[in-house]
């Protein structure tokens, strides 16, 4: 218990744990619906940091397989247990805008944050160019598996229509497919786009049931902001005069994944780009090939079906995050003004998606 406060003390997201009692507060005081959303989303970050920190620690003391399994089950927890809240909610289009803003911010935002601040500190910085081209091209079958459902559907039905829904289908159990070969390799390759493992110098220190409390109380923690979260969206979307889309492809991502943004930063900082830009890689794998599929058969379980067919905006995006992000980690270099281009890109991207109706 010790070795949990002292880490609780030193995590730049423990003093956020405040939010979890204001948003129990705000509920009880029927607080408005803007406040009860800003509290229930600062509560998720440190939540999700916890959740990220448990599973690494918990990856380290097993083999190399269960390792990789932990990091694919819980690497996204909270973005996927806010996206099922969403789900039941009947948010669908939230969900997919989500999905694809996640893949967008990994690969523009948090990578060229990274980069950034590795490169105003360490100057150019390498990292292995032949595991940037894997990923690469990971990135691109992902890519090419959301896009099929979502062009041939039109041309298939209408939405809704039980061959579009069996499209989807095939292409989810596809895409986990390709994923569990990816968790095969992953266990027993060391330089898999999805096996990545912090050092234990990064690693909190927790003993393995120490990692499971922490594991489970974060879990329910998420499991019951992420409801409170999805039930003020609606007023939120009404007070700000935000769109449904917007709220899904920019703020939902940056809530669930904020503290993994934060450690691929910290990596670059101390210099382990390596390690950092695979963070941001195999964070946008699992959200392509594992998320998003398992979304459309959880969808299907709880009444709301989800279909793998996002708009030409989202698609637009996702491909010029993936290309982008491929050319400029393609020669294993980074320098701090290729960051900033990233994150150049997402801000354009951001503007356009703020403006669209």
């Given at each position: 218990?010790?070795?949990?406060?002292?880490?609780?003390?030193?995590?730049?997201?423990s003093?956020?744990?405040?939010a979890?009692p204001?948003?129990?507060?705000?509920?009880?005081?029927?607080?408005?619906?803007?406040?009860?959303?800003?509290?229930?989303?600062?509560?998720?970050?440190?939540?999700?940091?916890?959740?990220?920190?448990?599973?690494?620690?918990?990856?380290?003391?097993?083999?190399?397989?269960?390792?990789?399994?932990?990091?694919?089950?819980?690497?996204?927890?909270?973005?996927?247990?806010?996206?099922?809240?969403?789900?039941?909610?009947?948010?669908?289009?939230?969900?997919?805008?989500?999905?694809s803003?996640?893949?967008?911010?990994?690969?523009l935002?948090v990578?060229?944050?990274?980069?950034?601040?590795?490169?105003?500190?360490?100057?150019?910085?390498?990292?292995?160019?032949?595991?940037?081209?894997?990923?690469?091209?990971l990135?691109?079958?992902?890519?090419?598996?959301?896009?099929?459902?979502?062009?041939?559907?039109?041309?298939?039905?209408?939405?809704?229509?039980?061959?579009?829904?069996?499209?989807?289908?095939?292409?989810?159990?596809?895409?986990?497919?390709?994923?569990?070969?990816g968790?095969?390799?992953?266990?027993?390759?060391?330089?898999?786009?999805?096996?990545?493992?912090?050092?234990?110098?990064?690693?909190?220190?927790?003993?393995?049931?120490?990692?499971?409390?922490?594991?489970?109380?974060?879990?329910?923690?998420?499991?019951?902001?992420?409801?409170?979260?999805?039930?003020q969206?609606?007023?939120?979307?009404?007070?700000?005069?935000?769109?449904e889309?917007?709220?899904?492809?920019?703020?939902?991502?940056?809530?669930?994944?904020?503290?993994?943004?934060?450690?691929?930063?910290?990596?670059?900082?101390?210099?382990?780009?390596?390690?950092?830009?695979?963070?941001?890689?195999?964070?946008?794998?699992?959200?392509?090939?594992?998320?998003?599929?398992?979304?459309?058969?959880?969808?299907?379980?709880?009444?709301?079906?989800?279909?793998?067919?996002?708009?030409?905006?989202?698609?637009?995006?996702?491909?010029?995050?993936?290309?982008?992000?491929?050319?400029?980690?393609?020669?294993?270099?980074?320098?701090?003004?290729?960051?900033?281009?990233?994150?150049?890109?997402?801000?354009?991207?951001?503007?356009?998606?703020?403006?669209?109706?």
């Amino acid at each position: 218990m010790k070795r949990i406060v002292e880490f609780m003390a030193g995590n730049p997201w423990s003093f956020l744990l405040a939010a979890l009692p204001l948003t129990a507060a705000a509920q009880l005081l029927h607080w408005s619906p803007l406040a009860c959303f800003i509290l229930a989303a600062l509560g998720i970050i440190p939540l999700a940091a916890y959740i990220g920190g448990a599973t690494e620690d918990l990856a380290a003391y097993t083999n190399p397989r269960l390792g990789a399994l932990l990091n694919a089950t819980f690497g996204n927890a909270a973005e996927l247990i806010i996206t099922i809240a969403a789900v039941r909610a009947g948010l669908t289009e939230l969900v997919k805008a989500s999905i694809s803003g996640s893949i967008i911010g990994n690969l523009l935002f948090v990578l060229g944050a990274s980069m950034l601040a590795g490169g105003l500190r360490h100057g150019m910085q390498t990292f292995n160019k032949r595991r940037a081209s894997r990923n690469a091209i990971l990135l691109v079958l992902a890519v090419v598996a959301l896009i099929i459902p979502s062009a041939w559907s039109q041309a298939i039905g209408a939405q809704g229509d039980p061959k579009v829904e069996a499209l989807s289908l095939g292409v989810a159990i596809i895409m986990l497919l390709l994923y569990a070969l990816g968790l095969m390799e992953a266990s027993n390759v060391k330089e898999s786009p999805l096996g990545h493992q912090l050092a234990k110098s990064d690693l909190p220190g927790w003993t393995p049931a120490q990692a499971v409390l922490i594991l489970v109380c974060s879990t329910l923690g998420v499991l019951w902001l992420s409801e409170t979260l999805v039930n003020q969206i609606q007023a939120v979307m009404a007070s700000w005069n935000v769109s449904e889309f917007f709220l899904g492809i920019i703020l939902v991502p940056i809530i669930g994944n904020v503290a993994e943004h934060l450690v691929s930063v910290q990596l670059a900082l101390k210099n382990k780009m390596e390690l950092s830009v695979e963070v941001a890689t195999s964070s946008s794998l699992q959200i392509a090939l594992f998320v998003a599929p398992l979304l459309v058969f959880i969808s299907l379980l709880l009444g709301h079906p989800l279909q793998l067919t996002f708009n030409r905006f989202e698609l637009l995006a996702v491909l010029t995050a993936v290309v982008v992000s491929a050319l400029v980690s393609s020669d294993g270099e980074s320098t701090w003004l290729e960051g900033a281009g990233l994150l150049a890109v997402y801000l354009i991207l951001g503007l356009g998606f703020f403006l669209l109706p």
